[in-house]
Structure formats: structure tokens, C-alpha cells
């Protein structure tokens, strides 16, 4: 018996369509940007609100790297390329297997995830995995925006180093396996 695919059933999208659909949202996102850009300095918002001029250093490196929708869409399907690896590592794993070595590690000297449960725990591992693929994946991205002034790119690269440490699972107690083992052992004391 043939099986014929019901009206519920989706056929996976043609990366080449998906490709086009992130070129024209980039290019209308890239104009969106510009146009408040324009207005927000014509205001004298930007200045006023932001003597270090963050949020200038960020709007420009967004209008930069949506300028060049080629390169957002590789660095997105690099992305997804990396996320769908960790999906199979992680259902291997979750099926038994042996999967082989983790997708990502975390750098050597970081101490964030020296806890063996951030190993051991399947959901932690990962949670680790996908957040240091994420991590690693924007901090590479507004790094290699092409045009940015040098004080520019210091100012978005240090930020998004800060950004990218305070959302790390190991900040949050639902997320930090050592830090619920502890909760729970000491009974919350």
C-alpha cells in the first residue's frame, strides 16, 4: 500500500526558497533599520539617551549585517546546521547509543561547567551544548560584520561578551545542575 500524505503532513522547505524569504526579510529589515537610524539621529535620541553611544554601535552594526543578507543567511544555516547535530547527538544519547564526542565544548579555561553533571545529565548536557553553540554563533557573527569603525566593533564585541556570559544556564537555578543538587540537598537552605 502506498502512503499518500495527508493534508497534515509538510514537505521540508526548499533551502533555496527559505534562502530568497531570509535575502527579502533581511533587505526590508535592513530598511526598517536604516529609516530609525535616520530618525532617531535626526531626534538627537541616540546621543542623549546613550553618552557611550551603545545602542548607536549596535544599530549600526544591525544595518551592516543586514546589508549583506548572504552572509546572515550562511551564518544561520550554520546555525542550524550545528543545532541539527546536536539534536542527533542528543537523541543518540537519549536511545543509548554512543554518540561520540559532544558537538561543542566549552573552552578550557572556563569554569562555568567543571560540574560532571553538566556531562552526566543528559537535559544539562544539553542545555550546555546549545547554549555555548549560541554563544559561540552570535559572538562570531557581530565579530565578522564587515564595516564597522574599530571603536565600533570593541564596543559591540565587549557587550556582546557581557551579554552572552549573563544568560549562560549556569547564572539560573533551573537550569545549574550543582546548583539544584545543592538546593535540594540542603533543602533550600
Same mark, same amino acid.
Given at each position: ?10 514537505? &521540508?522547505? +526548499? @533551502? ?5 524569504? !531570509?535575502?527579502? /526579510?533581511? $533587505? ?5 533599520? #536604516? ?12 546621543? &542623549?539617551? +546613550? @553618552? ?5 554601535? !549596535?544599530?549600526? /552594526?544591525? $544595518? ?5 543578507? #548572504? ?119
Amino acid at each position: 500500500m502506498v502512503h499518500e500524505p495527508s493534508g497534515s503532513e509538510r514537505q &521540508a522547505p +526548499d @533551502p533555496m526558497e527559505l534562502a530568497n524569504d !531570509f535575502a527579502r /526579510m533581511a $533587505a526590508q529589515s535592513q530598511r526598517i533599520v #536604516a529609516a530609525f537610524l535616520a530618525r532617531q539621529r535626526e531626534l538627537g535620541h541616540i546621543a &542623549a539617551q +546613550d @553618552p557611550l553611544n551603545v545602542g548607536g554601535a !549596535f544599530l549600526e /552594526m544591525t $544595518a551592516r549585517l543586514l546589508a549583506d543578507p #548572504a552572509r546572515l543567511v550562511e551564518a544561520q544555516m550554520g546555525l542550524w546546521k550545528d543545532y541539527l547535530r546536536l539534536w542527533q547527538y542528543s537523541t543518540q544519547r537519549l536511545m543509548g547509543a554512543q554518540p561520540g564526542p559532544a558537538v561543542i565544548e566549552p573552552a578550557p579555561g572556563d569554569r562555568r561547567f567543571r560540574d560532571p553533571a553538566w556531562t552526566e545529565s543528559q537535559l544539562h548536557d544539553f542545555i550546555k551544548q546549545s547554549y555555548l553553540l549560541t554563544a559561540g554563533w552570535l559572538q562570531s557573527t557581530v565579530r565578522n560584520v564587515a564595516g564597522l569603525d574599530d571603536a565600533s566593533a570593541k564596543k559591540v564585541d565587549f557587550y556582546t561578551r557581557q551579554f552572552v556570559d549573563a544568560v549562560a544556564p549556569s547564572n539560573f537555578v533551573l537550569s545549574n545542575p550543582e546548583v539544584l543538587r545543592e538546593t535540594l540537598e540542603s533543602r533550600g537552605e
